[in-house]
Structures are given as structure tokens and as C-alpha cells.
């Protein structure tokens, strides 16, 4: 079997391997499903975990930006300013810094651009909102800076492989 660094469960005829370090929550959850899908969506709640296929690409770059003050303070400029559209300037201007060393920092640490973080943190808000079942598509979409639910759609599809509905099949 070839190694896939894109999925955290390799379910196989003979076992299912987890990898990482909280690899060990997305393989419980995983067992927890295949006898109740009910049952891990309440489980998932309680650990204050979600039903994602792999946790990596939220956890290690929310811990990564806590390490470093500057990417701190983006991280929080960011989340506060969702709704709106990403500018490396502003960005720039509200922590004092340069829209390049914002840019450099962000590589260096992240290993993505600022506005692909950005763009990373409207996806795990959108996410959070489709789970919550409160709020329509295009209600969600004004909510974390898209123009409508189409486009916030073909995002998530192309993010995460999955479209709404299958999100919100995770929830049943």
C-alpha cells in the first residue's frame, strides 16, 4: 500500500491505520460510526471535535499560529474580519508590519500566504455553520465573505472534497 499524506484513516480488509498525533480522536470517531453515525455526532460534540476526515489541516495550523506572536495577532485580525474581503495591506497596516513580512512570516510558519490562511479560516467558520444547521447556504456564505451560496459551494468542494449536503450528512 502506497502512503497518502491526504487522509488521517486508511481503513483497509486488514484494519484501519490513524496517523498523527491526534490521529488517535479521528480513529475513535471512525469506530464509534460504523455502529452509530448518531452516536459519534454526539460523541464529536462532547470532545468538541467534528466529524472532518482529518483534523491536521485545522489543528496544526491554529497551533502553529499560536507560536508565533505575529501570526497570532493575524490569526485573530482575520477571524474578526471574515466577513469581509482579504487585503495583504490592510492586514499589514493593523499589525504593523510590512505586506512582505507579513507575507514571509506566514510562508515561514504556516507554510501557506496569508491570504490562503484567510481563505482557511472562512472554510473552517463555513463548516462550523453548515454543522450548526441554523442557517442557509447563502446566509452562511454573507457570513464568512462570499457573495453567495454558490460560490461558498464550490469552494468547500474544492477544499475539502465534499459539498454541503455531505456535510450535513455527517450531522444525521
Known sequence: MALDETRML????AGVTAGSA???L?????????ASPELATLVSRYLLADLRSSQAAYIIPSHLAGADPLIARFERWSRGRLHQGFSLREAADALATSPRSLQRKCQAVLGKSPLRYFQDLRVERAQSLIRSGELGLDAIAEEVGYVDGAT???LLRQRLGRGVRELRADLR
Open 22 to 24: 491526534m490521529g488517535h
Open 10 to 13: 486508511v481503513p483497509t480488509d
Open 26 to 34: 479521528d480513529l475513535a470517531l471512525w469506530l464509534i460510526r460504523q
Open 152 to 154: 461558498l459551494r464550490t
